[in-house]
């Protein structure tokens, strides 16, 4: 296994181990257990480095995992967890030759062996069943039947054993997948968070040049719609990024991160807009668009034709509710 997949792989199994624990488990808790520095764990995740044998074998030790895990060989990768393969298999309803040929095996015994633990798989085909199933390839390793695993890209904490969970993620995914047609460019969940520390840490930084600064401020723009679009539930009535920009300028603790220059050089482009709730950098879709359409219809038609807007409409049902709350005291 190169570097970089076995860094990434570390990485994973690190992951999944503060899922198990319930807390974030760090590259400086990992270095303490295997008493080596914060900086070697940081080289080795990020592929820079590859750890000696028996640092590997205390790694494999530390996650439960089989040492082969990490061996390089070209037709084979690491075992997965043949009881979860099975039981997302039966979720659903295939057959292990249907999943065989989903999946391009050639040796029709192949699946009942890795079920059976009997065959350790590449990182391509890792990844081929990660993709069918919709699972993260880190929920696949574990072998914690119950784990609870987060999808890296939508985002949804769930436990792809339990059918319903299953079944709900794949529905979550889906729509994800819709918002990504819409709204393009939705990097994953976990990527999202890295990169906002990192955007966050460049805007403070005197030394770097304008035109980067603001490149990188537009990309943090970005994080926050990704985070907005994801907060809706990938709702594909979210506005659009164009639209947003605006919006989040508007933001006081927007404004705050950035240098006035950069601020001032985004408001000359874009301008800025109200259309979230001060605060926050989350848009929220309307439903009283849909929903209270009718009621809206209504009390316009007794308003002689006034439009009102569904803002409007709230301020009017606030002031129907002090109404009522002054009659109440006569
Ligand atoms: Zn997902």
Do not use: W
């Not at 390089?72 to 979720?91: A, H, M, V, W």
């Not at 999946?103 to 069918?132: F, P, Q, R, V």
């Not at 819709?178 to 976990?190: N, P, T, V």
């Not at 979210?238 to 605006?246: G, K, L, M, Q, R």
Request: with cysteine.
């Amino acid at each position: 296994m190169d570097n970089k997949s076995l860094g990434l792989l570390i990485k994973q199994l690190r992951s999944e181990y503060s899922l198990k624990i319930g807390k974030r488990f760090f590259q400086k808790d990992l270095a303490e257990t295997l008493n080596v520095s914060r900086g070697y764990i940081g080289d080795i995740e990020n592929g820079r480095t590859k750890p000696n044998d028996n640092l590997l074998e205390k790694i494999a030790n530390f996650f439960e995992v089989p040492l082969d895990t990490f061996k390089d060989d070209n037709s084979t990768g690491c075992y997965i967890n043949g009881t979860k393969l099975k039981q997302l298999r039966n979720i659903l309803k295939l057959s292990q030759k249907d999943l065989s040929d989903k999946l391009e095996l050639n040796d029709i015994n192949a699946i009942k062996k890795i079920e059976n633990g009997n065959k350790s798989i590449t990182l391509n085909m890792l990844n081929k069943i990660s993709n069918l199933f919709k699972v993260d390839s880190n929920f696949l390793y574990s072998n914690n039947r119950d784990a609870i695993t987060t999808c890296s890209k939508c985002g949804l904490s769930y436990c792809p054993l339990d059918e319903h969970e299953y079944l709900k993620h794949v529905k979550y995914h889906n729509s994800y997948e819709e918002a990504l047609i819409k709204f393009g460019d939705l990097y994953g969940y976990q990527e999202g968070e890295s990169i906002q520390k990192d955007l966050i840490k460049f805007l403070k930084d005197d030394s770097i040049q304008f035109n980067e600064k603001y490149d990188k401020a537009i990309q943090l723009i970005r994080y926050y719609f990704n985070r907005s679009v994801r907060n809706n539930s990938y709702d594909t009535r979210h506005v659009n990024f164009d639209e947003y920009i605006p919006m989040l300028l508007n933001q006081d603790f927007f404004k705050e991160k950035l240098q006035e220059n950069i601020y001032i050089a985004l408001v000359n482009k874009y301008g800025t807009k109200s259309g979230l709730k001060e605060g926050t950098a989350d848009y929220e879709i309307h439903e009283e668009t849909k929903n209270n359409s009718s009621q809206i219809d209504t009390i316009a038609a007794h308003l002689e034709g006034k439009n009102i807007t569904p803002k409007k409409m709230r301020l009017l049902e606030k002031y129907i509710d002090t109404l009522f709350d002054e009659f109440d005291e006569d």
